[in-house]
T-cell receptor
Framework: EPEVTQTPSHQVTQMGQEVILRCVPI?????FYWYRQILGQKVEFLVS????????KSEIFDDQFSVERPDGSNFTLKIRSTKLEDSAMYFC???????????FGNGTRLTVT | QKEVEQDPGPLSVPEGAIVSLNCTYS??????FMWYRQYSRKGPELLMY????GNKEDGRFTAQVDKSSKYISLFIRDSQPSDSATYLC?????????FGKGTRLHILP
C-alpha cells in the first residue's frame, strides 16, 4: 500500500539554525499538510497546501516557517531560525481530495539544542 | 469552548472487554469524522472515516456519529493488548482537519 515517507526520522540542530524537513506524499494525492506534536501533547495543524499554494495556516505557522513543493514529488517544511520550543514531532500528511481522510507519515523528530 | 474535546485518559480495561472512546465538538460545520490510532513515536494511522450520523462497522471497530448531539464514539470489541495505543478523533471542515487530544488506552492481559 502506498505511504507517505518522511526524512530524516530524527534531526538535531542548534538554536538559530535553519532546518528543512522533507516529505514524499502519496503520488496521486493533491492536498498536503504539516502537523506538529510536542511530546505528550495533541497533534496540531500547521499548514495546508493545494494547487501550489498555501490554502490555510495556523497561528503557529509564523514567518519563521515556509513550505515548498519544489518538484512533482517532494513537499518540504523549512524553519528559518529554530527555537528551543520548535522541538517536536513533525508529521506530513496528504489526501487525494478535499473530502478524504488524511494519510500520515511516521514523522521527523526535531530536537533543538 | 474548544472545538474538539477528548478525554486524555489513561483508560485501562481488561483484555476481551468492549472499549468506548468518545469526543464532543462545538462547531456544526464539521462534516467528516475520523478515528486514528497512534503508537508511540509513530504517525497517526487511520482506523475509521465516516460522514453521516449513524454507525459504521469495520471488523472489531464501530464508529458512531450523532450530529444532533455533536458527539462521536469509537467502540472496540474483543479488545487485545495490541490495541494499546493513543486514539485520536479528528474532524474535517473546509480544508482543515482538527484533532482531539487523544485518549491513551491500555489493554491489560
Amino acid at each position: 500500500e502506498p505511504e507517505v515517507t518522511q526524512t530524516p526520522s530524527h534531526q538535531v540542530t542548534q538554536m538559530g539554525q535553519e532546518v528543512i524537513l522533507r516529505c514524499v506524499p502519496i503520488s496521486n494525492h493533491l492536498y498536503f499538510y504539516w502537523y506538529r506534536q510536542i511530546l505528550g501533547q495533541k497533534v496540531e495543524f500547521l499548514v495546508s497546501f493545494y494547487n501550489n499554494e498555501i490554502s490555510e495556516k495556523s497561528e503557529i505557522f509564523d514567518d519563521q516557517f515556509s513550505v515548498e513543493r519544489p518538484d512533482g514529488s517532494n513537499f518540504t517544511l523549512k524553519i528559518r531560525s529554530t527555537k528551543l520550543e520548535d522541538s517536536a514531532m513533525y508529521f506530513c500528511a496528504s489526501r487525494p481530495g478535499n473530502n478524504s481522510p488524511l494519510h500520515f507519515g511516521n514523522g521527523t523528530r526535531l530536537t533543538v539544542t | 469552548q474548544k472545538e474538539v474535546e477528548q478525554d486524555p485518559g489513561p483508560l485501562s480495561v481488561p483484555e476481551g472487554a468492549i472499549v468506548s472512546l468518545n469526543c464532543t465538538y462545538s462547531n456544526s460545520a464539521f462534516q467528516y469524522f475520523m478515528w486514528y490510532r497512534q503508537y508511540s513515536r509513530k504517525g497517526p494511522e487511520l482506523l475509521m472515516y465516516t460522514y453521516s450520523s449513524g454507525n459504521k462497522e469495520d471488523g472489531r471497530f464501530t464508529a458512531q456519529v450523532d450530529k444532533s448531539s455533536k458527539y462521536i464514539s469509537l467502540f472496540i470489541r474483543d479488545s487485545q493488548p495490541s490495541d494499546s495505543a493513543t486514539y485520536l478523533c479528528a474532524m474535517s471542515r473546509d480544508d482543515k482537519i482538527i484533532f482531539g487530544k487523544g485518549t491513551r488506552l491500555h489493554i491489560l492481559p
